[in-house]
């Protein structure tokens, strides 16, 4: 995402500014950061930035789906650009490290609920929760 920034910001129709590109980029680089920890990024990059535009920028570019937003339970909001094909999330319960994963089933079927009550369902999030290899290891030689 580092080349056209600028150009996908426009074709959202999003002012181009050196904050939502930082943010991007950052978002980019470090995919599943928190706002806080984009923050820190961004500031090394273009100086000075308030938290509360930081969130504002990554709640508008989230809207405007060129980052995806997600909470997993017990945790801050964590942001990524892989945006529109319905992956899901693995999160180690020790450390906290979180890992794409393609949805086992294909696109459609999770997309489809026994019950849809009405809905269309457009996105399902599924997180599977675990230990990673690192955290299992350090535990085996504890």
Request: some cysteine.
């Amino acid at each position: 995402m580092s080349d056209g920034v600028d150009q996908l910001l426009r074709d959202h129709g999003l002012q181009v500014t050196a904050q939502r590109m930082a943010i991007l980029r950052a978002v980019s680089a470090h995919p599943h950061a928190t706002a806080d920890e984009l923050a820190d990024d961004v500031r090394a990059l273009i100086g000075t930035i308030s938290r509360q535009a930081v969130y504002d920028t990554l709640s508008t570019l989230s809207d405007k789906h060129l980052i995806r937003r997600i909470q997993p339970a017990g945790s801050a909001a964590r942001f990524e650009d892989r945006v529109g094909d319905n992956h899901h999330h693995m999160i180690c319960r020790s450390c906290g490290i979180t890992c794409d994963v393609d949805c086992a089933a294909g696109e459609v079927p999770c997309l489809t609920a026994k019950q849809d009550h009405g809905f269309e369902i457009d996105e399902a999030e599924v997180i599977y929760w675990g230990q990673c290899l690192t955290c299992r290891t350090a535990k085996a030689t504890q």
